[in-house]
């Protein structure tokens, strides 16, 4: 099997690390039957992909086998982050097999991590929404979720582009990821309703990028952001790159 190697990841103080020890129990606890779940947030640089990047090591450090659907077909934060290890051709990934460039075993990568595997996108797209919403994206994500104790999917935001969505329609349950104090609560509702209208219900929000100073200023939680969904700590940070085209080719 191909291989992946994970660099050196920021390092966790006592409190982060538990607040992702807590993210991920609560991802256990959801249902015997719920396995693949999709992060996303309202735009970019809130700290999704790097969240889902520590949630997969984390639960895969349990004894889990678990495997992270890079779905950011427009904007990869992964594909800069991480070192794919290719003795021949370019990295094959979800857009190769998607498109009919290559089998399902071709976009899967090990890591140097025991129990997590990653499937990267390969390749940049402009118009993903066709390999998306495709049946062939569904039944990969049936597959993994037979293979794997968990499937993770790190999704584009959701407010702004509608991708986000189309991925949820295959995914048991979603997790919204929030830079503290950034967004509005009209944008957090708008993004959590255009999830729950795929089908696809929303199983809690993590607040990241929190500051000790703001964690003192607990009555700003219950004004900022009220309702049914669970609320999680952490902090990280995102970046994006450009994108291009690719054509699909018939299986």
Do not use: W
């Amino acid at each position: 099997m191909k291989q992946v190697s994970l660099r050196e990841q920021d390092a966790l103080d006592y409190s982060g690390q538990e607040a992702l020890n807590s993210i991920a129990t609560n991802l256990t606890f959801v249902g015997r039957h719920m396995n693949k779940f999709v992060m996303t947030s309202c735009v970019a640089s809130e700290g999704k992909s790097s969240l889902c990047l520590q949630l997969m090591l984390n639960l895969a450090q349990r004894g889990n086998s678990v495997v992270m659907v890079d779905a950011d077909l427009r904007a990869s934060f992964l594909m800069s982050k991480l070192k794919f290890e290719q003795r021949e051709g370019a990295i094959q990934g979800l857009v190769h097999y998607l498109a009919g460039y290559c089998e399902l075993d071709d976009a899967l990568y090990q890591t140097d991590a025991e129990g997590a595997y990653i499937i990267p996108i390969g390749d940049t797209v402009a118009n993903p929404l066709p390999l998306l919403d495709s049946p062939d994206f569904s039944q990969m994500m049936e597959e993994l979720s037979k293979k794997f104790d968990y499937v993770l999917v790190d999704a584009p935001p959701i407010g702004v582009i509608i991708d986000a969505a189309v991925i949820a329609k295959s995914c048991d349950g979603a997790v919204f990821v929030m830079a503290y104090g950034k967004r509005s609560k009209r944008e957090v509702v708008d993004a959590v309703q255009q999830l729950e209208q795929s089908g696809c219900p929303v199983l809690g929000c993590v607040i990241n990028m929190v500051t000790v100073k703001s964690l003192a200023e607990k009555s700003y939680y219950k004004k900022y952001y009220s309702g049914h969904y669970s609320k999680y700590y952490h902090g990280y940070g995102d970046k994006t790159d450009a994108s291009k085209d690719i054509k699909p080719k018939k299986r």
